[in-house]
């Protein structure tokens, strides 16, 4: 036992949070899920920053309307729409490879972002000039722009500098910031909307139009920049350079530009096809719903800028942040169905009676187009991510010839509503398209994987909305029910311990941090953690703690174990009662496991670190041996019996006993008879069960291993490190274990960096992470026990039928399809 054990903080809540724990003050109103999920907070901002710009845009005419001429409103209107337009051009489509890049260049962002705004400026001092030479023949009336050398100085000058404004809300989005888009923005708007009346009540006509328009951009450009380069941009790093790839971003850029320029020709050819076939009167209805259509589409397509950037930044976690993207900008729109289906005529009745009539079912059509155009701009993204340029291309091209030649046909049948019914249809096909195409290139299994994805994220969010589906916390007990087990410690300091806080355990365990509490009047202040109270009260979790004792005990005993038993927590005390069994530990040393996610460097450190710790422990104990049917009876039968018969499964039991047969005689072929060598291995190594020392730089040391309830004596080499490893790709992924099972089932290889630390112990012979049947062998080992640990006993999450299909059935599958076999 330690003397006087080691002192530290305690974890705390906020390294662990809990799905349902909200904030204080305005935080408290927004879940903490939402909050914390960089992908929804970005994507929600950019979605803001839209319908705050329509508001105040609406603003922003309505005092025009009242302080201006309407000659100086349309001649004001058109100079402005020239410049937005002539800008959108000359950006040349940088905004989409901002986003795609920035995030996976490191400190190399910077230089990425200049060279998009040089090009992008001299594009637009192109553009522009191009512009004015011609403007006196094809449109007399923008004549006023080349009336003097200070009119077109401010005009040129003026589009290049929106394109910078432009871009750099792509770069923002790159950065995983675009927060600040929505709040540049909306000062932009107020700064504009406060510039106008005072220059229209001096006696300026269109000049007050655009110069309160413009002249604010260049004071938002210098401050959102200086922003992004001194405080956002991420710090340059050695190896930075080897992640620049021209090549790629030459491929993205060509095939990207070619899409947007079909989306651009599309957007701007839909109403002119409408005005052309019915007129200006008729086409009035459909020209409003086409305009709140415009806004319904960025809700989608700002969560797809939102999802390219994330993918980008981390393309292992794309399948459940599509999910994520796909259920909050899906959902959002269905809801707006269904309430335009029932006031889509009074909406439009707010622009005239006139527009009500045939406005409302325009409008309805485009609201449903608008989910259908959110699913696809969410594939879109994936396909950024992944580079598949051409699919994007092609899919936006189709997009474009689709709409606009099925309105050249239904236009003239069906009047302006012909347009929308046009829209409906391409995106429908196009969307179907990609379904089918991707039925065709994928594995059969794919579209109940992106199934599962999409049901975990509806069941997250509805865990923050929902109270019946937050996982309860544990309570902290008071002081009287702390007093008996305290007494048990014979620590003289023990009697000022308190509970400090409580996170869940294994197997429905409790983990209680304790120490002292200091009172100062009214105040009490926490100091540092001193001990942990674990605790069990039901028959499972007591007798998790009773293994976790014993296996402790034996270990501890073991001369073999002499270098080990500094790593290993020390008990304090055991109560025993007949509710269940109390113990506390000394608090030991080093640094929850978790915390290495922040950094790489030491996160692999600290892997090679714990993979050579579980490779001594095993090589210690180990004992050649050839397997037997007692072994595989333990290790394989009866786990798989504990499956037969499992309450919400989808699949039907016939089904499953077929699955499970495969499942079993394909184990049962690669372990029987095999020479192996088994050893003590800890059960359960993961992150939060280790504890690292750091020495120095990025290197850390292994400094304790907690949780050692599932050690067994006479397990396979390399149990524990496939374990860790499928935990570190549920992690990396956010992907359920059955998710990360089933791929190594499909492809059976590991990564580069796995293999530093899979393989970390001493020798040269081949190893069993080298070999795909002994790799698909011991991720099915590990997870046929992970699985049945959980059936022993639910945690306060539940073993429902999402959590069936995702972790049980879906590997199920894979093996009754042979996909899996060894």
């Known amino acids: 036992m330690t003397a006087h054990p080691p002192s530290l903080r305690h974890p705390g809540q906020a390294q662990m949070p809990v799905s349902g724990r909200r904030g204080r003050g305005w935080k408290s109103l927004v879940p903490s899920g939402l909050m914390a999920s960089s992908l929804l907070r970005n994507g929600y901002a950019l979605i803001a920053n839209s319908g705050l710009s329509a508001v105040l845009g609406l603003a922003f005419w309505f005092l025009a309307a009242r302080y201006c001429s309407q000659e100086a409103i349309g001649l004001g209107g058109a100079i402005t729409a020239t410049i937005v337009n002539l800008s959108n051009a000359a950006q040349l489509n940088f905004g989409n490879l901002l986003v795609r890049f920035v995030p996976t260049i490191g400190g190399r962002a910077g230089r990425l972002i200049l060279f998009a705004y040089a090009t992008s400026v001299v594009a637009s001092v192109i553009v522009a000039t191009g512009f004015l030479l011609v403007v006196g023949a094809f449109m007399p009336k923008l004549g006023v ?23 750099q809300d792509s770069a923002l989005s790159g950065l995983r910031q675009s927060i600040w888009v929505p709040v540049s923005k909306t000062i932009y708007q107020v700064v504009k909307i406060t510039m106008l009346v005072p220059l229209a009540l001096v006696g300026l006509g269109w000049e007050a139009i655009a110069l309160s328009w413009t002249v604010p951009v260049v004071v938002f450009v210098l401050a959102v920049n200086l922003l992004i380069f001194r405080r956002l941009l991420p710090k340059a790093e050695p190896g930075d350079l080897h992640l620049l790839d021209r090549r790629a ?19 701007t050819a839909t109403p002119l096809i409408v005005l052309n076939f019915v007129g200006a009167a008729e086409s009035a209805s459909f020209f409003v719903a086409w305009t709140i259509f415009t806004s319904l589409y960025y809700v989608g397509s700002s969560m797809g800028l939102s999802l390219l950037a994330e993918g980008a930044s981390d393309s292992g976690r794309l399948r459940s942040l599509a999910a994520d993207a796909a259920v909050m900008s899906v959902l959002p729109l269905l809801g ?12 439009m009745s707010v622009f005239g009676a006139a527009y009500a009539a045939e406005g409302a079912s325009i409008l309805r059509v485009f609201t449903i187009t608008s989910v259908i155009s959110a699913v696809l701009s969410i594939y879109l993204s994936i396909a950024r991510t992944k580079g598949w340029m051409r699919s994007v291309a092609a899919v936006e091209v189709s997009l474009m010839v689709l709409a606009l030649g099925a309105g050249a046909v239904l236009v003239p049948l069906q009047g302006p509503i012909g347009m929308a019914h046009a829209w409906l249809l391409a995106m429908l096909a196009v969307t179907c398209g990609v379904g089918v195409l991707a039925l065709v290139t994928n594995r059969r299994h794919s579209v109940h994987d992106w199934g599962m994805a999409v049901a975990a994220s509806l069941k997250r969010l509805s865990s923050q909305f929902l109270p019946f589906g937050r996982p309860p916390e544990p309570a902290l007990p008071v002081e009287a029910d702390l007093r008996p087990i305290l007494a048990f410690t014979a620590r003289p300091d023990a009697s000022n311990w308190r509970a400090l806080a409580a996170e869940p355990g294994p197997e429905g365990t409790s983990v209680i941090y304790l120490g002292d509490h200091a009172a100062d009047g ?31 005990d034996l270990l501890q005993a073991d001369p073999r174990f002499e270098g080990l038993s500094k790593v290993l927590p020390s008990r304090l005390a055991v109560r025993r009662t007949e509710g269940g069994v109390d113990c506390i530990e000394t608090v030991v040393e080093g ?12 996160l692999q450190s600290g892997l090679v670190a714990a993979g050579r710790a579980a490779t001594l422990v095993h090589g210690w104990t180990a004992s050649q041996r050839s397997i037997d049917e007692v072994w595989f009876r333990e290790w394989v039968e009866r786990p798989a019996a504990q499956l037969l018969h499992l309450p919400g499964s989808m699949m039907s039991s016939a089904r499953r006993k077929q699955a499970l047969d495969i499942f079993v005689a394909e184990q049962r072929r690669y372990w029987l008879g095999r020479d192996e060598r088994l050893g003590w291995c800890h059960g359960d190594l993961q992150l939060r069960n280790l504890r690292f020392a750091r020495a120095g730089g990025d290197i850390v040391s292994l400094a304790s291993i907690l949780e050692w309830g599932n050690a067994r004596s006479n397990a396979p080499d390399g149990f524990d490190a496939c374990g860790l490893a499928i935990a570190m790709r549920m992690t990396a992924s956010a992907e359920p274990l059955g998710a990360v099972v089933s791929d190594l089932l499909w492809v059976p290889e590991w990564h580069a960096d796995e293999r530093t630390w899979l393989a970390a112990g001493p020798g040269d012979a081949p190893h069993w992470s ?15 026990h992970q699985v049945s640990e959980r059936m022993r006993h639910p ?28």
């Open 145 to 167: 722009l080349t009336d003097s050398a200070g009119v077109i100085a401010w005009f040129v000058v003026t589009v290049a500098i929106w394109s910078v404004f432009a871009l």
């Open 336 to 347: 707006l169905v269904v309430l335009m289906l029932v006031f889509a005529h009074p909406v």
């Open 770 to 784: 080298d070999d795909a049947g002994a790799t698909r062998a011991m991720v099915s080992l590990v997870w046929l």
């Open 795 to 822: 945690d306060p999450e539940g073993i429902g039928r999402l959590w069936m299909a995702s972790n049980v059935d879906r590997v199920l599958r894979i093996v009754s399809s042979n996909g899996g076999s060894i």
């Open 591 to 602: 640094e929850d496991g978790r915390a290495l996610l922040r950094n790489p460097a030491q």
């Open 249 to 267: 971003m030459a491929r993205f850029f060509g095939w990207d530009y070619i899409g947007s320029v079909s989306m651009m020709v599309a957007w």
């Open 522 to 552: 009214a105040v009490v202040h926490e100091t540092e953690t001193k001990a942990i109270l674990r605790s069990g009260h039901d028959p499972i979790a007591a007798a998790y703690l009773e293994r976790m004792i014993d296996n402790l």
